[in-house]
């Protein structure tokens, strides 16, 4: 037993793009999160109420969530380290916040993928609430798609956080296949 506390490592980083109640773009770095349903296909981040983005999304219910490439880490984290309320995030990086098709919210256009979000459902936790969207539209860089129009992580790049140590990383190389290659240990062909 080594404690308590949100222990789990890495974590792609997420940045979350709002529209505040002057249609102005905000976007905010969040690290708790991940998918949490495939049907409907859902995705979950956790905010502080103290959060500008937290404000927007009480009045407009939508959101994006952008995925940073490695090469915008620097801009990804300064979304983390200031506040919409007093700064306008994307310009002061160069980047373009333009709206998104499919929810009122704005997308970060650099970043490689979007997801456009409708929010279902608010869980509060304690510090954290937790927002889930059900996903929309999915937006991507043609040049991070395989032939069959599927995301590649490798081209996706994706900013890996870990938690402990503050650190960001990059993905490294594929080690396997999922639901194969444990196949060799499965003599009975049944499922708990
Ligand atoms: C690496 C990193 C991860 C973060 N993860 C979260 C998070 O999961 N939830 C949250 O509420 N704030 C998180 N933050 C802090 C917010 O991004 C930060 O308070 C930001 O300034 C809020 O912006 P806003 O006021 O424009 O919404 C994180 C910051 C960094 C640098």
Redesign the pocket.
């Known amino acids: 037993m080594i404690g308590t506390g949100p222990v789990l490592s890495p974590l792609p980083?997420l940045v979350i793009g709002t529209y505040d109640k002057e249609e102005r773009a905000?976007v905010?770095?969040?690290?708790?999160?991940g998918v949490c349903c495939s049907a409907p296909p859902c995705v979950a981040?956790?905010?502080?109420e103290s959060?500008?983005?937290y404000e927007n999304l009480l009045q407009t219910e939508e959101f994006t969530i952008n995925i940073p490439s490695a090469s915008f880490v620097d801009e990804a984290?300064y979304?983390?380290?200031?506040?919409?309320?007093i700064t306008d995030k994307p310009k002061v990086c160069g980047l373009t916040a333009s709206p998104a098709p499919d929810v009122h919210a704005p997308m970060i256009e650099e970043f490689p993928i979007v997801l456009e979000c409708k929010m279902i459902k608010t869980v509060p936790l304690g510090s954290?609430l937790q927002i889930i969207g059900e996903i929309v539209g999915i937006l991507a860089d043609e040049n991070v798609l395989d032939e069959n129009g599927d995301p590649v992580p490798g081209r996706m790049d994706p900013v890996l956080?870990d938690p402990m140590g503050k650190n960001y990383y990059r993905i490294g190389e594929k080690i396997g296949r999922a639901f194969t290659s444990g196949k060799k240990f499965q003599t009975t062909v049944y499922q708990l």
């Open positions: 980083l905000d905010m770095t969040a690290a708790w999160g981040f956790s905010v502080r959060r500008y983005t984290d979304f983390g380290i200031v506040s919409g309320r954290h956080y």
